[in-house]
């Protein structure tokens, strides 16, 4: 069976902006990355805090995004992640699970990913950092 090891969790959130006033801002965590995703139609930053190997990835997608649902109050967790190291070994194996890749597989040449659903429908992200990548 592949190795999954879990890394970060990723929210939804209604307005990025304000979200990062309160995770950078008020709770003093550091941004690392902000950026657009043209692929699921939404925007996306990780933020650190100091001293912690813990990532909190805040996500927030268009209303006609393909992964934007409705919102409820307190159940924003938008997808747990999992690094594999043999990312087409973990996706044949969650697919004879019974959990086929819902979306994806994206390469971007640094990272590929893939998305998986649990079984309440909680998205999981699969993902390999390529060697090129240094990592």
């Known amino acids: 069976m592949p ?3 879990f890394v970060y969790t990723g929210i939804r959130v209604r307005d990025l902006d304000r979200a990062l006033q309160f995770y950078v801002g008020i709770l003093g965590m550091k941004l690392r990355k902000r950026e657009k995703e043209l692929e699921n139609r939404g925007e996306f930053a990780i933020v650190e805090s100091e001293g912690s190997d ?3 990835e805040i996500n927030w997608y268009e209303d006609d995004s393909p992964v ?3 919102y409820r109050e307190g159940e924003e967790l938008d997808h747990l992640a999992f690094r594999v190291d043999a990312f087409d070994d973990a996706l044949d ?3 004879r699970a019974g959990h086929p890749v819902v ?3 994206i390469d971007d040449g640094k990272y590929r990913v893939a998305y998986v659903k649990d079984p309440d ?3 999981v992200e699969v993902y390999e950092v390529r060697e ?3 990592r």
């Open 3 to 5: 190795e999954f090891k």
């Open 54 to 56: 813990q990532t909190l």
């Open 68 to 70: 934007a649902g409705p």
């Open 93 to 95: 194996h969650l697919a």
């Open 103 to 105: 979306m994806g597989p």
């Open 121 to 123: 429908g909680i998205w």
């Open 132 to 134: 090129a990548a240094g």
